[in-house]
DNA sequence: ACATAAAGTTAGTTGACGCTAACAATCATT
DNA sequence: AATGATTGTTAGCGTCAACTAACTTTATGT
């Protein structure tokens, strides 16, 4: 190399000794995450939208998501494009097999991991906020655990 | 079809929502959080790098994060201008007291929530990758909570 | 029924964060 | 000191996701 020579890897400082392609994939993976959480984010809404009112229409997304018609109006032609949802001009919004197929994934795992928050102890706001930013980064693996944590308690 | 009923979308900034959409923000807070991790990866990677290696270069933080030089020169500009870096053309790169204020706190965070997944008895590599997700969605409360879980076992 | 309000769309801007290609500086070795 | 490899930078492009302003369509109320 370089300048700066190898420097010895044995320092094992707290015992993160976790090799760099390790993390290269723990980034890359977040990276991934980030990509599909607006999107899953859109679909559950849109699901619990049509449950609860009969319909989804652009404007209460903007309203719960807390951004501009506008922006709702772009994220939802990406969606289109991506076969999660169909939509007509000025109609309503419906989610197509596979949109419904990942609304109900996150729904599963939005519950999931509220309860594990809440069987914690935290306060439901907390919990929450705090679900909403976790559930895109759970594993199946960990989602199991966090399902076996929240029914022994 | 014709309404979905009058959204009682008036101001209410003051308190007692009955029916809240504490979900617009834990929306916002998603998306504040995401825009601070991004930061949060690097400034807590560049302290490890000036730990282990003794300095940090653009080179060792692309290899890691998996993106190339470029990217992550356009980065770091924009972390020397929010206040967290100071760089020189060709040279290695520093932390500022805030920088460094917020590696500490990343870590720190960092290793309460991987430890979390490990005593819950996940497997290595997965726990570090949803660490790498989860850490930034975590509030102080549940960090809390999830500290004392991992104490606990 | 027709004016107005509400909802939706289009156009254009901004900033973040990826990329490639091409160029410049540094270093390591001869 | 010259050269070639490594490292760093600049320029330019594309996508995503937010915004405002201005316009069109649909719904509503008297």
């Known amino acids: 190399m ?3 020579d190898p420097a ?8 993160d000794d976790r090799s760099p392609d390790m993390r ?3 980034f890359q993976g977040v990276r991934a995450a980030r990509s599909r959480e607006l999107a899953e984010d859109y679909v559950e809404l849109i699901a619990e939208l049509i449950h609860t009112q009969g319909e989804a229409r652009p404007v209460d997304i903007a309203a719960r998501m807390g951004v501009t018609a506008p922006t709702v109006a772009k994220t939802l032609d990406r969606l289109a494009r991506d076969g999660l949802i169909t939509r007509a001009k000025y109609r309503s919004i419906f989610l ?6 990942l609304a109900h994934e996150c729904r599963h795992r939005h519950e999931i991991v509220l309860r594990f928050l809440l069987s914690l102890g935290l306060d439901p706001e907390t919990a929450e906020r705090d679900a909403e930013g976790i559930e895109h980064h759970v594993s199946e693996r960990t989602l199991a655990l966090l399902a076996a944590f929240s029914a022994q308690n």
Do not use: D, K, Y
């Open 96 to 101: 197509t097999e596979q949109g419904r197929a």
């Open 2 to 4: 370089t300048q700066h």
């Open 8 to 15: 010895p890897q044995m320092s094992a400082s707290t015992g």
């Open 24 to 26: 290269v994939e723990a």
